[in-house]
Nanobody, 126 residues
């Protein structure tokens, strides 16, 4: 089972950028699709972005499309989330997740993801 550790969160101002990182351990990183979810205060966990085999195979929620970019470095077993033009509504705990890259129609449902990191807090002030 892959294990995931996020880093890169922090307190920023509206309009700023951050790069979140998720380091994976285990021998089969390339067998997994990787994703980022987020959980705003008092709300349910929601899908933000996912990547399957390459940077050409990415998926985004409507709320982050055009501002967030997901990428992966298979040699470093790391997935990144570049978050630009941050808004106060982006304030959330951001979680990295992994799952098999098949049965892909359900990728926005957190229940279908099989491994999770502990989360990293992103707070955006107005």
């Amino acid at each position: 089972q892959v294990q995931l550790v996020e880093s890169g969160g922090g307190l920023v101002q509206a309009g700023d950028s951050l790069r979140l990182s998720c380091a994976a351990s285990g021998p089969t990183f390339t067998n997994y699709a990787m994703g980022w979810f987020r959980q705003p205060p008092g709300k349910e966990r929601e899908f933000a972005a996912a990547i399957r085999w390459s940077d050409d195979d990415t998926y985004y929620s409507d709320s982050v499309k055009g501002r967030f970019t997901i990428s992966r470095d298979n040699a470093k077993k790391t997935v990144y989330l570049q978050v630009n033009s941050l808004k106060p509504d982006d304030t959330a705990v951001y979680y990295c997740a992994a799952r098999p890259p098949y049965a892909w129609t359900s990728y926005e449902d957190p229940v279908t993801w099989t491994a999770w990191g502990q989360g990293t807090q992103v707070t955006v002030s107005a």
